[in-house]
């Protein structure tokens, strides 16, 4: 045989490259070595009708093939490579005469060994050479896009590889306290972290962190590292800090995208400051109580003046006081029917009481699938609930029912105005009005049920404010009879009440629980009050927690779980200060937050639930059904959300005083 492509020419050989062909060719009885480099794609797409053939040859010599795998004595052979098919011939008289090693690597190598036989390693040869053959344009091309495919799959796999570093990093696999951090817990289930035990009951868990971990400590919940500062101390350089540092819209924003869905512009924030500084403070905030005062008219005084005799009437505590304040506050902010459209104003009236509790039934409704709907952890059935109510809602209070209105308030009307002037298109602002909706509502029903509540269970309490309320009343030159005309309570009368602010102010220290969250934008260095310094880094958040940290705290108020209605003032009528280790305190109870997140309905918010309760004193006998009644657990799913709810409700009657 003749075998003029004993001639060798070298390619670049890459692992993933180029297959080699080895071959020993039997050239005039001395088995000499010759090699060719076979481009491995060209192999990858026609391996078969070479080895077809090829093997072919070692059937027509009537051969015996004899098939193992194992790892040849081929040089590119490696066990992690591939397998090689080993393979021999016998010829009739049974001795052997060739050996095949079958290189199948990941993508199909092939290369043989030929020992004996003439004709086989002609053909391999051949083989090798015409595929190999460099200097063919056709080949050329092929090369060119065997390369391609090469670089295809280098992509594939450098993809695949940054995917799998990328997802344990989001894992938190990598993550490691570095020194000045706080001590770092990320839990046993990897990006979950604590999740399910913080969405289960927020505030124990804290407790459990901070008894482990000091007072600042990071966690891993749901994919972010929360940084818990518990170190009151800390809490003015926290909500102080710039906003290029400590950020709080990041979170606000995917919250209220989650649970409104609006989306907050740049001006959002300004706009609801603006309109919450000329509304609900100073003089906008006396006109705001005034439409209050009325809508209490409405709803809690409208029969007292019809001569009805002096029963008791039975209720759910917790019900009535929620939907009473719900239903007076969205009144006095969203306005009332047009007596003109209703016909008159009785027929108005009863429109907006009818109205109103529609509305709050639906909102209820809300307001319980909320922390979980805040969590994204919603079983699908509710979330299709969460997801009608939503959009109830945005029909509900869109920009064009709330215009066809009578007295809108001024909160309402300027920030609808402002979010269209600044280009917030009209179904952004019937989202936006939902969302006004629950934070003017979702927390003051709440606070006035426990207020009630605490003073129904502490008589001694109940009859100091019911004298300071009576005072108020008498020195206003108004009085509460049957058949008189309806009073008037103003925003001066309620000024005048600092036992009443100090119950409130205690209730609120007791079950206004809100998290108070930032998002770290720039690695931010943080000093304990014993003078350690910690680094918060960048991309974490930071967290506050004061109902665990100041509210019940026991260094700060003593016999922090019990209701001391005079907690807050002195005999003078004038506020407490609080220390701790003999330094004054700034933050000893943060219901409304701190700092820029100050919630900016705080003034409404007191004079709202005050008048509430000063109406219900002044006007009512109130007791409980069950005088040894037992405080109700709170909501543990609600940390972290404003005021705590009942787990049950509380019967309570009550009847007109006079
Ligand atoms: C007991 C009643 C209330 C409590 C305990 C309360 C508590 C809070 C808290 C803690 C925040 C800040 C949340 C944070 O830092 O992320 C907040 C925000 C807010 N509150 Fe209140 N609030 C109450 C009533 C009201 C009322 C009556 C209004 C309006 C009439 C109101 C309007 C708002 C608004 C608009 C925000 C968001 C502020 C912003 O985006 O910067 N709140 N509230």
Request: proline share 5%; with cysteine.
């Amino acid at each position: 045989m003749s075998l003029s492509i004993l001639h060798e020419k070298r390619s670049k050989h890459q692992w993933l490259g180029q297959a080699v062909v080895a071959v020993w060719v039997d050239q005039g009885g001395s088995t000499q070595r010759s090699s060719a480099r076979w481009d491995m794609g060209s192999l990858a797409l026609s391996p078969d009708p070479i080895w077809k053939e090829v093997t072919g040859e070692f059937e027509k010599q009537k051969g015996k093939w004899v098939k193992q795998k194992c790892c040849g004595p081929y040089g590119h052979c490696s066990p992690d490579r591939g397998w090689v098919e080993h393979l021999e011939t016998l010829d009739s008289s049974g001795a052997k005469q060739m050996q095949w090693l079958k290189l199948s690597p990941l993508v199909g190598q092939l290369s043989c060994f030929a020992l004996h036989s003439d004709r086989a390693v002609a053909l391999l040869a051949k083989h090798s050479w015409d595929t190999m053959c460099c200097g063919d344009h056709q080949n050329s091309q092929l090369l060119d896009g065997h390369r391609a495919l090469m670089v295809l799959w280098v992509v594939l796999l450098c993809t695949l590889v940054s995917s799998l570093l990328g997802g344990l990093y989001v894992l938190g696999v990598f993550r490691r306290q570095r020194p000045n951090e706080p001590p770092l817990d990320k839990g046993t289930i990897p990006w979950l972290g604590y999740l399910l035990e913080f969405r289960k009951d927020s505030s124990e868990f804290l407790k459990r962190m901070q008894s482990k971990h000091g007072n600042v400590f990071t966690v891993l919940i749901g994919g972010y590292y929360f940084t818990f500062v518990m170190d009151p101390f800390c809490f003015g350089t926290i909500v102080k800090e710039s906003r290029s540092k400590l950020d709080f819209r990041t979170s606000a924003t995917q919250l209220v995208m989650q649970v409104f869905g609006y989306k907050p512009t740049e001006a959002t924030h300004s706009v609801v400051h603006a309109a919450s500084t000329k509304h609900l403070m100073g003089d906008g905030l006396t006109v705001l109580t005034q439409a209050t005062m009325e809508s209490f008219r409405k709803l809690l005084l409208f029969n007292l003046s019809s001569g009805e005799k002096r029963v008791w009437q039975e209720e759910n505590l917790f019900h009535y006081c929620y939907s009473i304040i719900f239903r007076a506050g969205y009144l006095a902010l969203y306005g009332s029917e047009p007596p003109g459209r209703a016909g008159n104003k009785e027929r108005a009236e009863e429109q907006d009481r009818l109205h109103s509790n529609q509305l709050f039934q639906e909102f209820r409704k809300y307001d319980r699938l909320f922390p979980h709907l805040a969590f994204a952890l919603l079983p699908p059935k509710d979330k299709r609930e969460a997801e009608r109510l939503k959009r109830h809602f945005w029909n509900m209070l869109s920009v064009k029912k709330v215009w066809q209105k009578d007295s809108i308030s001024g909160w309402i009307s300027d920030q609808e105005q402002l979010l269209a002037e600044n280009g917030v298109p009209e179904y952004m602002r019937d989202r936006f009005m939902f969302m006004l909706l629950w934070a003017s509502q979702g927390n003051t029903g709440p606070t006035a049920f426990w207020l009630l509540f605490y003073l129904l269970k502490h008589p001694e309490a109940l009859k100091a404010v019911r004298d300071e309320v009576d005072k108020v009343m008498r020195e206003s030159g108004q009085e509460v009879k049957a058949g008189s005309p309806p009073v008037t309570v103003t925003r001066d009368m309620l000024n005048q009440t600092p036992l009443l602010d100090s119950a409130l102010e205690e209730t609120l220290r007791l079950v206004a629980a809100p998290m108070l969250v930032r998002a770290v934008l720039e690695d931010t260095a943080l000093r304990t009050s014993s003078g350690t310094e910690f680094t918060l880094r960048r991309g974490d958040r930071v967290a506050l927690f004061p109902h665990i940290s100041v509210q019940m705290n026991p260094e700060i108020h003593e016999e922090p779980h019990k209701f001391k209605y005079d907690r807050f003032v002195n005999p003078d009528g004038t506020r407490k200060e609080f220390y701790r280790n003999g330094k004054k305190l700034k933050f000893v109870s943060m219901p409304w937050g701190a700092g820029v997140s100050t919630c900016p309905g705080r003034f409404f918010a007191t004079a709202e639930m005050k008048l509430f309760v000063f109406l219900m004193l002044s006007h009512f006998d109130l007791e409980l059904v069950n005088e040894e009644e037992e405080t109700p657990a709170i909501d543990s799913s609600r940390w972290g959300f404003g005021t705590m709810q009942p787990v049950r409700d509380i019967r309570f009657r009550y009847r007109p005083r006079f």
